[in-house]
């Protein structure tokens, strides 16, 4: 069936085993969610473990594998919160960087890495979680709160959260607690949940077949051709923006469909609305309206990969506030996220444009809103030509530094990454470093007058 649409099998699969999260949520429903718990974990953990063997056959055995020494783990080192933390950390974060080591190619392959790194950062969050519950209540944050285990649950249970039929390949992630919690009927009371999820299903199509119908036009072949770099240099900066935003969908569809099973099954309320409805946004791994209305490459970050960022957040940027630096916490997040990755150069680029450039734009918005606004505001909020021209800067800008950025992320090997970025005359870098001069002769100048 693949070769006959053309898309390799494995990409075909991974379709399929997202989209059996419906029925699997149509059948717990309807025949499970009543049974004893044990079963209703049995039934997840099969699930999720049949799925995961449908996709990667035999090697199925590396995430079984994963789960059970972090149960060991967390059995012989309770008492021992330090050696936990650090024996888990380093046995999933070595175990995923040895896999990547002998699985890696130049292109972003679906092999059993792929969950692999989703579950990395399941167990070790889930490690934090069960030392943050030996913790005293005062000594934790508020989300730690939120998260900490005060009982670590049986090998059972931790099977079944970490293969979670809707989540375990793809993503999202969520605490246990999550999971505690719709196990023990928290979240029944609240309806909507199914046709939210549809909704959300219907979205995930509608990415995948603009990903489908933009990337055959621009396909990543395209940029390394001649053609590419003999088209005019705004073509180019152009046309390699919207390819990101093609090759970005593709990323959102597959969480929009993973997303969306999750929301079937009742697993992601997250409140009443203002409405006072209930809200199902629990897991979203994108916010879609932010994500197609911002401007800056913040919102990218803010819109894209939500939990993801929101794990990084709560169990990397977090706990390193005894360093007393954010931007020191901030670069060691996206350090993190690189290595997680895994060791393809293009990752370590991507991430350290993704630090250079919303440092440049806090920059620029802290220059524009206490330089310029103070003496131009009402001038320029009272023009017409000045608001379409602010719309349209900001939007190719968005639209042309995501191409940027994406570049390396995509290609992967400095040798790809570099022959993109030669054709688009390296506009990312010139303009960064200009910015750079620009703003520390600007703050060298004030310094200097403010001596005098």
Known sequence: ???????????????????????????????????????????????????????????????????????????????????????????????????????????????????????????????????????????L???????????????????????????????????????????????????????AGVKRLAAGVLYLVICQLGLTYLPDSYFLSPEFADQSFIKRIYFLGFWAKFSLYKYISCWLFAEGALIYIGFTYNGNDQLGNPDWSGCSN?????????????????????????????????????????????????AFLAVWHGYHSGYYMAFLMEYLIVSTEKQIESVYTKQILPKYGETLNNSKIYAIAYFVCLKSYNIVYMGWCLTSFVFLKYERWITVYRAVNYFGFIYMLIWAVLYNGYLYYRKTQSRQ
Request: hydrophobic share 40%; net charge positive.
């Open 1 to 139: 069936v693949a070769s006959s649409i053309g898309v390799p099998p494995e990409a075909l699969r991974l379709l399929l085993t997202l989209l059996a999260g419906y029925p699997i949520a149509a059948a717990y429903l309807k025949h499970v969610i009543d049974k004893p718990k044990s079963l209703q974990h049995m039934y997840f953990a099969l699930c999720g473990m049949t799925l995961c063997y449908y996709n990667y056959g035999n090697d199925t055995y590396h995430s079984l594998l994963a789960i059970t020494v972090t149960f060991m783990i967390v059995t012989c080192l309770r008492s021992k919160p330090l050696a936990l933390l650090t024996t888990n950390f380093v046995f999933h974060m070595g175990y995923l960087l040895v896999g990547y080591y002998f699985t890696a190619s130049n292109e972003y392959d679906i092999l059993w890495t792929m969950p692999h790194c989703i579950l990395t950062l399941r167990m070790i969050g889930f490690g934090f979680d069960i030392t943050d519950g030996l913790k005293e209540e005062d000594k």
């Open 141 to 195: 944050s508020k989300d730690q709160k939120e998260t900490a285990l005060r009982q670590s649950p049986n090998f059972l249970e931790l099977l079944a959260f970490a293969y979670f039929p809707s989540s375990f390949l793809v993503g999202p992630q969520f605490p246990y607690r999550r999971y505690q919690s719709f196990m023990n009927g928290e979240f029944r009371q609240y309806d909507g949940n199914k046709e």
């Open 286 to 334: 994108v916010k879609l309206k932010l994500l197609e209305t911002g401007n800056t490459m913040q919102h990218y970050v803010q819109s894209f990969n939500v939990n993801t960022n929101h794990w990084v957040a709560h169990y990397v940027f977090k706990r390193l506030k005894f360093m007393n630096n954010r931007n020191i916490s901030y670069g060691a997040a996206l």
